[in-house]
Every structure is written in C-alpha cells, then in structure tokens.
C-alpha cells in the first residue's frame, strides 16, 4: 500500500512531519513511502522577500524537539529547490537511499543553515552517503533530471491537485498541514482499513 508525500525540502512542517511520518512507519510497515516534489518557491520567486515577517513560532520548535529535531532561526535569503529534488532523482535511478538522502538534505538546510541550491553542499551530500560524487555532480550540473524534475511538478501541481505540504495521500485519502502524530496514526489507521476493506 503506497503513502505518497509530497513535500518541499525549506517546509518547515515537511522537515517535522518527514521524520514524524518516518517514525511511525516503523509501525506500519504494510505502507509503501513514494516522495513527491513540490517547489514552494520555483525560480523566479525573489527568495529574499518570501520570508519577511514569517518567522517560525516556539509551537513548531517544540514539534521539532518532539522528533528529536535542530529547527534553528529563519534562514534568508530561501535556498531554491529544483536542484536538490534533481539529485533525489538521480538517488532514486542508482536505486540509493532516498529517505536518508532527503533527511540529509532537511538537516542542511534547517540543522546547519546551508543553501541546497548550491550544487557544491548537494555533491557534499551525496559523497558523505557514499554514492558516486563524480557522477551525481555531472547529473546535476548538466541537468540530466531536469525533465524528470518538471513532470513530477506537473503531477503535484495539476494531477495531484495538491495545494499545501506537507501533504499525505493513500487509498483516496488526505491529509496536509501541521498534522500531530495522535492524528497522523489516526490517518493511517483509515488508510489501512480502506485497505483492508478492499481486499
């Protein structure tokens, strides 16, 4: 049974909710994670003014303690995405670790303040998770995932309908936003009833 995420890597709630969703997958191993890029800032979005006067609140801080999560203050200007997503394209094509390459790159970004539209932090990535660094950094500098890149987009957008994330779909259901983990279990439990129903 396929859980399919769809999430932007400068999301605050995706940072949290990715390691939540994580988490509780270890107790509901029948689910099938499957990550969906969605840009919330596509080029040419002005990355320095996206986020005046949104600073993050102590109540996500305390969500991101709660999963055991560094969330430190507001970067600026936003780092862009679309490279970083190509480079879990070419994890998912090596048949690599997609979760942890994703949890790496939530970590620069929110853990350590880095911008993962720099092609130089994305290669340091891949290389400290031991895939071919050479190989990832000519995919990425030659946009070898480009196109991959823009039709996942495509799905999210228009197929998938999805306006927020993070957002969470399985067996013609959803859920998105800042979703506790009381309610998250509660999402999978119907999920897996649907499921089961249908068997």
């Known amino acids: 049974m396929r859980l399919h995420i769809y999430f932007d890597y400068t999301c605050p709630f995706c940072y949290v909710g990715t390691r939540r969703i994580r988490t509780l997958l270890k107790s509901f191993e029948d689910f099938e994670p499957v990550w969906h890029p969605f840009e919330l800032r596509p080029k040419p979005t002005d990355r320095a003014a996206a986020d005046a006067g949104n600073p993050w609140g102590e109540a996500l801080a305390e969500e991101a303690r709660k999963e055991g ?12 995405t679309a490279l970083a997503f190509q480079g879990m394209h070419f994890v998912a094509s090596v048949k690599g670790d997609v979760e942890t390459y994703n949890e790496r790159v939530f970590e620069a970004v929110f853990r350590d303040g880095q911008d993962v539209g720099d092609i130089g932090v994305l290669i340091e990535i891949a290389e400290g998770m031991g895939l071919d660094a050479e190989a990832f950094g000519k995919a990425l500098s030659e ?26 779909i399985s067996m013609k259901r ?26």
């Open 143 to 168: 946009g070898l995932f480009e196109n991959r890149q823009a039709k996942a987009l495509r799905h999210a957008y228009f197929e998938a309908g999805v306006q927020e994330v993070p957002t969470y």
């Open 69 to 80: 999560l560094e969330l430190n203050a507001p970067f600026s200007p936003y780092p862009y």
């Open 174 to 199: 959803k859920a998105s936003g800042t979703i506790s983990r009381e309610a998250m279990e509660a999402f999978l439990d119907e999920c897996r009833e649907a499921w089961e129903r249908g068997r």
